[in-house]
Structures are given as C-alpha cells and as structure tokens.
C-alpha cells in the first residue's frame, strides 16, 4: 500500500539557518503531495503541495519539488524564524481507490532565537 | 479551517462509555473522512465517505462506527471506549486536491 517516510525529529536549528526535512514515498501511479504544518495545540494547516512530477510547490519561504525519479518531496527554506517552530508532515494522496490521504509520522522542528 | 467545524474539542470519557464526535461542514464537499494523531505516528485514517448514504473503511477502523446521513455532518461514534482511544481526533472534507480539516477532538479515555 502507500506510504510515507520523513525523517525523525526533533530537528533544532537556529534562526536563520537552512531547513531540509526529507520525505520519500511509496504510491503507485503518481500521487499528489503535501506537507502541512501543526502549531501546538492547533489542527493542520496546508503548507503547499504538488501535483505532478517536477512541479515545485511553495509558500511563506518554504518549497518543495515533487521528484518522481527519487520518489521524494523534500521540505526546504533557506532562513528559518522562531515562529516557524512547529511540526511539519508529509503526505499523498493516491490517484485512484480510497484517495484519502496517507501521512508520514511528522517531524518537530524546533527554531531557538 | 473555515467551514470545517468539530464538537466537543475536548472530552474525557471512562472506559466503557460511549459517545459522538461531531464533524460539519458548509462547503458541499462529498468527500469527508476522520483520522486520528498519536504521538510519532502521524495520522491514521479511521473511516471515509464519498457522500451521504456512502461510508467505508479505512486503516484503523475498530471500535468506531459512522453514518452520513446528509452532505453536511459526518458523526464519528466510539461505541464502548478504550484507553488505547485516547488520540486526537480530526475530521476532514475535501475538494479536488484541497483538503479542510477540522481544528481537533482532544478525546481522553481514563
């Protein structure tokens, strides 16, 4: 069935550093991809997404390409902030059958001042 | 998260009880579904319906029963609760590739 990788956190970075938080995914066909964001105690908010292979999804500083080659969608933002503080999840949705969404278990990425 | 509303936000239950999670939406969506976040597991989809009258399962069904009786509401109901139910519950609609979710039930199973 499909799945969904990312790294483990928590990734401590201080700001103004460059963020990469990798996800791979396992899908047949070619699924959509996503990353969200949850703030503490918040529900998940769309970070940006891509549709199709070599699209670049990107939003608020934050891009990501959709490789189909490495299977990949990689989470990157060249200058991270305090209030970029959260946990980021990758996820696919599936083409065909049930076309819910299959996330990744999130990574906790913790920006210090 | 406009137009996806969850009650109660949190609720804590003994072992046994029953109860429904509410999930309402105001877009028209056909497509809604409910997933629960547990800790490093991100989140796990329970039930899914491709709209009203239409239900179906998804990864981690057990113990939850749903119905979608209009477009609208999509009740998720714990039929005899479980510690291992503790989670936080979200409820989803969705459009094409755009998906709402619903800010969360925190459910406590004690």
């Known amino acids: 069935g499909d799945s969904v990788t990312q790294m483990e956190g928590p990734v401590t970075l201080s700001e103004e550093a460059f963020l990469t938080i990798n996800c791979t995914y396992t899908a047949t066909g070619y699924p959509s991809l996503f990353w969200y964001v949850q703030y503490p105690g918040e529900g998940l908010q769309l970070l940006l997404k891509a549709t199709k292979a070599d699209d670049k999804g990107s939003n608020k500083g934050f891009e990501a390409t959709y490789r189909k080659e490495t299977t990949s969608f990689h989470l990157e933002k060249g200058s991270v902030q305090v209030s970029d503080s959260a946990v980021y999840f990758c996820?696919?949705?599936?083409?065909?059958?049930?076309?819910?969404?299959?996330f990744g278990s999130g990574t906790r990425l913790q920006v210090q001042p | 998260n406009a137009g996806v509303t969850q009650t109660p936000k949190f609720q804590v239950l003994k072992t046994g009880q029953s109860m429904t999670l509410q999930c309402a939406q105001d877009?028209?969506?056909?497509?809604m579904s409910w997933y629960r976040q547990d800790p490093g597991m991100g989140l796990r989809l329970i039930h899914y319906?491709?709209?009203?009258?239409?239900?179906d399962q998804g990864e981690v069904p057990n113990g939850y029963n749903v119905s979608r009786s209009t477009t609208e509401d999509f009740p998720l109901r714990l039929l005899s609760a479980a510690p291992s139910q503790t989670s936080v519950y979200f409820c989803a609609s969705m459009t094409g590739n755009t998906i709402y979710f619903g800010e969360g039930s925190w459910l406590t199973v004690v």
């Open positions: 319906s491709v709209g009203a009258g239409i239900t």
């Open positions: 877009m028209n969506h056909e497509y």
């Open positions: 996820a696919l949705r599936a083409t065909a059958g049930r076309r819910a969404l299959t």
